[in-house]
């Protein structure tokens, strides 16, 4: 289980977070969305534990999968080798990974559908296929509880269509308590049981997908007219969609 | 699918391990060798098998009275020179590798936290004062220390300690101490103290003795294994704080482990052969080079690149001449153009990728 409870957060004479609570259980999945500068990244820290809380409290294991958007090592390591850095916790100071640990690293990779990168350098890797490694590397910390920091960010559509079923296959397992940001309210209907809607101002919403991502309160999220559509999805079966009305849409 | 795993990533994997082993091979036979020379060269020179005797009648035989000249020069001045110069290379190599992979930066080394400097004000102020021996030694190590502890109060701001600001108090402590070194030369009697300061700064091993070895072993020898037993904790430490953190690693308290080492390293070097650059930074890029960036075979291969690099200028440094060139020249004029073939090597590589 991970979440925050009456959290606030203050830069300054700014309050970020107000009163925040939300929880993930194990087995459910939370997308946070909200508008650019609204603190999805500090919610992310503060879930994380490093954002230090101003009032309220953190739920959380004591080591929490973590999958940053990108790794920022100038380090060349080959992928195994990130992969079984997330042993390090059940290592300590002066432990050294071994064989078991490589054999987690390997099924984690394998999990994050990530093994043929095993041997290769991670700073040759796609963006795409570093964050697989990230992942396998988060798994491999045998966590119950995953954060993805804006995972779908820095992809194109096609590896955001494997990342979504990548997130959903983790999220049909029901092992974890997985919490990711994005801008795109489809990210949260295709991948997430639960939505937190960060307002811009300075309330929260935070409930089933279902209740939580809808026209008007997308409205409110984003300033921007919203229209939900239920398209037939691949399999036949109907598919909801959100799409902004943009400018363009009402001229056409 | 396991086995379909197998088949991908063994092939990748084998000559990697093979590599490695192959390029370990090589740096200690390059170590062995240049150990070896070392002992055989010189003024008086000594045949190789000669000399691997005495050593090993040295080993077997410690208390044994030395009356052959070969004996006396290989076992009394040669053996505890090589082996300062082989403990003192491998030191800064691995505390440069450490830092180097500590701060993200290939181009830190164990100068940058003001160690090295302020453990030259200890030195030199010892040396004005006519205090040498045992408390030159302290005054070095403990000098060395107080700059370190100095960096760490000046980059804590707020509680919070950024791997920039270390950076830059390094920076600042350095030219302070360095400062105050000119001044003690300024301030110091040209006729006795100057020269013996100046020539004690540029580095020499040339005063090695089985004593002063064996005072700055312990610290260069722990140093370095501690580094050593830290390995893949400096892989976590190289990456950025956030990642370092949710691998449950404490970053802060764990990189001021790392300093100390560093610091107790580099004082027992400075403290019986003067400042010595170069090394700490040439060498683990050579070994990045060789074996790649990964911490755990990083460290032992800067060990012995280090070790065996430092033990050929020495031998350069005492042969090339009549009189002993300073090993700091040596090392500016060798490591300076091999480190600018490294960067260039390095981000050729990197615009190429």
Sequence with gaps: MI???????????????????????????????????????????????????????????????YVP???????????????????????????????????????????????RFAGHFFDRLSGGERQMVLLARALATGSAALVFDEPAAALDLHNQERLLTLLNGLRALRDKAIVFTTHDPNHALAAADDALLMMPDGQSLFGPVMETITPGHLERLYGVPMRIVDLPGPGGDPQRAVLPAFAGIRAA | MATVTQELTTPVVRPHLARQTAAFAVLLVLLAVAVVASLCVGRFSVPAGRALELIWQGITDPARDLTEIDERIVLLVRAPRVLLAALAGAGLAVSGAALQGVFRNPLVSPDILGISQGAAFGGALAIMLGIWGFPLIAMVFLCGLAALIL????????????????????????????????????????????????????????????????????????????????????????????????LGANTSLERWLVFGLVAVIVGSQVAVSGIIGWIGIVIPHAARLIVGHDHRTLLPASVLLGAGFMVIIDTIARTATAAEIPLGVITALVGAPIFTLLLRHHYRERAGS
């Design chain 1, 3 to 65: 979440g925050l409870t009456e959290a606030v957060v203050r830069f300054g004479p700014r309050t970020i977070l107000d009163r925040l609570s939300f929880v993930v259980p194990v087995g459910r999945t939370l997308a946070i969305l909200g508008p650019n500068g609204r603190g999805k990244t500090t919610t992310l820290k503060a879930v994380l534990g490093f954002q230090r809380l101003d009032a309220g409290s953190r739920t959380a294991p004591d080591i929490v999968g």
């Design chain 1, 69 to 115: 958007q990108t790794a920022s090592s100038n380090q060349r390591y080959r992928a195994i080798d990130v992969v079984v850095m997330g042993r390090a916790a059940h290592l300590g100071l002066f432990g050294q990974p071994g064989p078991d640990d490589f054999d987690i690293a390997h099924a984690a990779l394998e999990r994050a559908g990530a093994s």
């Design chain 2, 151 to 246: 960096v760490g109060l000046l980059s804590r701001i707020n509680g919070r300690t950024e791997t920039v600001t270390v950076i830059l108090s390094g920076l600042v402590i350095s030219s302070m101490f360095s400062a105050v070194v000119s001044l003690l030369q300024f301030v110091a009697d040209p006729n006795t103290s100057l020269p013996a300061i100046v020539y004690w700064l540029m580095g020499s091993f040339a005063t090695a003795t089985w004593d002063r070895t064996l005072v700055a072993a312990p610290g260069l020898v722990i140093g370095a294994f501690l580094l050593w037993m830290l390995r893949f904790r400096l892989n976590i430490l190289s990456l950025d704080e956030a990642e370092a953190r949710s």
